[in-house]
């Protein structure tokens, strides 16, 4: 069994396209192999044989491995639009040694986009701090892959602007302009001014309202952004959104912090569930899989 890709194995290799493939092979080699035999990529371009169905199309090599009838679906039915939105605010490059959250963000990104293509499913890449910074069309072939999978390789190589993240503005102007029912993607940290917190959700359920589906993935590092976990020190914490410092030992804040963040993911996660937007919190020391899988899980709803 491969051992999985880390962060470190990402910043090694600088080689996105690669990472990329092998990530995905890797996955789902691990379905094939995993209990869940039969929940796999293959499943978004099949549905179940109903009985008193023409045998013509019953997918025999599927029925080998699973021993269950599934019928191959036809192009027009397994196509799907999603449009992948990559936040690349400052704060998104913190661990500031291994651009931990960006790393991991965009890997994943990558990772979901090659998946996409291999289904023949059509993706859209949007990075933004607190404007749109990039965006292309929504396409499905490989040489439009080949440039997304660029622009996320140069964004681990450039440097993070001096802008503060603005979800709210950014997801209010995607909803505005994708014309058809897609799949939409957020890979946010979403680090925001607590006012800034109304205007987000507004913008989360006009994505709804515009009858799309929503993907969160919250991206953080667990051990120092919600449990606040440094040795017992002085330090000078910096905000690297807005420069502000300020000199103190973890034990005087840590209590009053966990309880800050737990109450702000309660919130986001209790409004994306009223609007019926899949929320997943993922750790940046966590498998790159989990992502990868809540796709699929997100898909199978969908169908």
Avoid at 168 to 189: N, T, W, Y
Avoid at 201 to 208: D, I, P, T
Avoid at 276 to 301: C, G, N, T
Wanted: net charge neutral; aromatic share 10%.
């Amino acid at each position: 069994m491969k051992k999985p890709l880390s962060l470190a194995d990402v910043q090694k290799f600088e080689n996105m396209e690669f990472l990329a493939k092998q990530l995905v092979e890797g996955f789902i080699t691990g379905l094939h192999q995993s209990p869940y035999h039969g929940f796999s990529v293959e499943f978004s371009e099949h549905r179940l044989y109903n009985n008193g169905e023409s045998t013509r199309h019953i997918d025999w090599k599927v029925y080998a491995r699973t021993d269950k009838l599934f019928i191959k679906r036809y192009e027009e039915e397994t196509n799907l639009r999603c449009h992948i939105l990559l936040d690349v605010s400052p704060s998104m490059y913190y661990p500031l040694e291994d651009n931990g959250k960006i790393t991991f963000s965009a890997l994943c990104a990558a990772a979901l986009a090659t998946l996409l293509r291999k289904q023949r499913d059509a993706v859209g890449l949007v990075t933004f701090s607190d404007k749109i910074e990039q965006q292309t069309p929504v396409r499905s072939t490989a040489s439009h892959l080949h440039t997304l999978l660029l622009i996320l390789q140069q964004q681990l190589e450039q440097k993070p602007t001096a802008n503060d993240t603005n979800v709210a503005e950014v997801v209010h102007l995607i909803a505005q302009q994708i014309p058809k029912r897609s799949l939409v993607v957020i890979f946010s940290d979403m680090l925001s001014r607590v006012e800034d917190m109304d205007a987000i959700f507004a913008a989360l359920q006009h994505l709804k309202h515009q009858h799309h589906e929503v993907l969160l993935f919250h991206v953080m590092d667990r051990k120092t952004e919600e449990e606040f976990d440094f040795a017992e020190r002085p330090y000078v914490f910096v905000d690297v959104e807005t420069g502000q410092e300020l000199k103190l030992q973890p034990s005087q804040v840590r209590e009053h912090y966990r309880a800050a963040v737990e109450k702000y993911k309660r919130e986001l996660s209790l409004k994306c569930g009223q609007y019926k937007i899949d929320f997943v919190p993922v750790d940046i020391s966590e498998p790159f899989d989990k992502v990868l899988y809540s796709y699929l899980v997100k898909r199978a709803k969908g169908r």
